[in-house]
Antibody
């Protein structure tokens, strides 16, 4: 059974950085892209970025360019998302979600991690 | 950036009702649209991909349709577990979610 396990809750001060991990189980890690999506308290879903675990190519949402870094470690089937220069508005639940690309077409984010809470507070 | 707008923001219904949620894109996205369901405190769940394809394991009472800029999600015969928030998402150009539609018990 494919599933994603994320790291635990984090508390950071404004201006600091946070790195969240997402470990894949039960499927071929390199066969699926991995997205990061966040959700602020009481708000909707916001796409942050995506990585191709095979070649490492990455896309980021424009509003996070320069502040977010997504990496992967194929030896441990883990993807990481690091967000820097944190501000209170970055307080949110951060999710990873896998997505398969078949013949150039994405098929949807079908497996999600449990979410990692990041609180930014002085 | 492509903007996604859902309506209504909140929908009140009873068990057994049929409900429809609309999602509009700010430009044509062909059929590159997904629908998700989210219960409070839980991760989203993929229901529909490529506008009308039912994800494996999702009940057939969920139906997606549309293309271009207008899409709908219909839930026929609402069940207790269907009371949740629903999001559309385009993946024609990067990924963008709608603001969500909360389906609540009347």
């Amino acid at each position: 059974q494919a599933h994603l396990v994320q790291s635990g809750a984090e508390v950071r001060k404004p201006g600091a950085s946070v790195k969240v991990s997402c470990k894949a189980f039960g499927y071929s890690f390199t066969s699926y892209y991995m997205h990061w999506v966040r959700q602020a308290p009481g708000q909707g879903l916001e796409w942050m970025g995506m990585i191709d675990p095979t070649g490492g190519s990455i896309d980021y949402a424009q509003r996070f360019q320069g502040r977010v870094t997504v990496t992967r470690d194929t030896s441990t089937d883990t993807v990481y998302m690091e967000l820097s220069s944190l501000r209170s508005e970055d307080t949110a639940v951060y999710y990873c979600a896998r997505d398969r690309k078949v013949r150039g077409v994405f098929n949807g984010m079908d497996v999600w991690g449990q979410g990692s809470t990041v609180i930014v507070s002085s | 950036d492509i903007q996604m707008t859902q309506s209504p923001s909140t929908l009140s219904a009873s068990v057994g009702d049929s409900v429809t949620i609309t999602c509009r894109a700010s430009q044509s996205i062909s059929g590159w649209l997904a629908w998700f369901q989210q219960h409070p405190g839980k991760a989203p769940k993929l229901l529909i991909y490529k506008a009308s394809n039912l994800q494996s394991g999702v009940p057939s009472r969920f139906t997606g349709s549309g293309s271009g800029t207008e899409f709908t999600l219909t839930i026929s015969s609402l069940q207790p577990d269907d009371f949740a928030t629903y999001y559309c998402q385009q993946y024609y150009s990067f990924w963008t979610f709608g603001q969500g539609t909360k389906v609540e018990i009347k």
